[in-house]
């Protein structure tokens, strides 16, 4: 157990949903301290019961906590965590700063995590969008070794933050009454449309957001051949990330057979009966860890390919529960010495 916890952005949303997850987890510590800017420092929060002012994040803060949990805009990680490090506290880190650092590990518990054990005080939590597709991938890459993997993400709004989903529900709204709205964050309409590109321009034609899940699939799996052809659309829904995804194997994997393996790991659910009409959608699977699978079907254009339908809340598996699973893992590994 870590004597002393901190949470790093604690008044966000995904720094929410991890001060929730806590609680209902029953996550073990003797004194916990909430870490925000100076736009929140000084607030009230409620915890188990107990009022707690939220602190100005500083290198001070750091002073006696042994874990940190953060989920913070880049520029804030590549600041604090070092901070924390110096002071002998590990870090688990929502943000991309520190994920393709090759001193810091990128964990998903249920795929590496004897990785989280290897950490230099900075352990990473994937992006939202690698992170459900990844855990799908796992069992069929150990059943029959995954070559080739295309990906087409349907994001929602939430994962562009607070902001991104007060941009859908107002720009719904102006849209429904014929008036203008000015958005905060897309740099096109979402309402009744979606938007073909999710962060910057970066390599010969793909996104940012997309280079992530290229680059970070192959640092998961510790393996630099499987290759990765995504593309990342916004779309409007509020929340859960949605992903068509088509594998390529080595051994080929039919659709029974896949459906079994799904089936048979831990954090995935599958729905899959396309006669009744069953299969994951963002709105049924909000408010839950798992990631949903349905869809499953052998790829008729290729002899060892295999599609399906992925499902997943952005801010609950591809960012809160993540980040504190990697703490229950350390916690495990202290409690084992």
Request: aromatic fraction near 8%; charge should be negative; include cysteine.
């Amino acid at each position: 157990m870590f004597d002393s916890i901190a949470i790093v952005g604690a008044t966000g949303a995904v720094g929410t949903l991890i001060r929730q997850m806590l609680e209902e987890r029953n996550f073990p510590y003797e004194k916990i301290t909430f870490l925000a800017s100076e736009r929140s420092a000084g607030t009230k929060i409620t915890f188990k019961g107990e009022d707690h002012t939220v602190e100005l994040l500083r290198p001070e803060a750091f002073e006696g906590i042994d874990l940190a949990i953060g989920s913070t805009p880049d520029p804030v990680a590549a600041e604090f965590c070092p901070w924390a490090v110096e002071r002998n506290c590990i870090v688990v880190d929502e943000s991309g700063y520190w994920r393709m650092d090759p001193k810091v590990p990128l964990v998903v518990p249920e795929i590496n995590p004897d990785a989280a054990l290897n950490h230099q005080g900075i352990i990473a939590s994937p992006n939202c969008s690698t992170t459900q597709m990844v855990l799908a991938m796992k069992p069929l890459h150990d059943a029959g070794i995954i070559r080739r993997v295309i990906v087409s993400t349907y994001q929602a709004t939430s994962g562009a933050g607070v902001q991104g989903q007060e941009d859908l529900v107002a720009g719904s709204r102006a849209f429904l009454e014929n008036e203008d709205y000015k958005y905060q964050v897309f740099a096109h309409p979402i309402a009744f449309n979606l938007i073909p590109q999710i962060g910057s321009a970066k390599h010969e034609g793909y996104t940012s957001e997309e280079m992530k899940m290229v680059f970070e699939t192959q640092k998961i799996f510790g393996d630099d051949s499987i290759q990765v052809c995504p593309t990342c659309v916004r779309v409007p829904v509020e929340n859960c990330h949605s992903e068509s995804i088509l594998v390529e194997t080595e051994k080929k994997i039919t659709a029974a057979e896949a459906r079994e393996l799904f089936a048979a790991t831990p954090g995935i659910k599958v729905i899959d009966n396309l006669a009744a009409g069953e299969y994951p959608m963002p709105a049924d699977c909000s408010g839950d860890d798992a990631v949903f699978i349905g869809r499953i079907r052998e790829d008729l254009s290729c002899d060892n390919g295999l599609a399906f339908w992925c499902v997943s809340d952005n801010l609950r598996k591809g960012a809160a529960t993540n980040a504190v699973q990697i703490a229950e893992l350390l916690v495990r590994s202290q409690a084992a010495v």
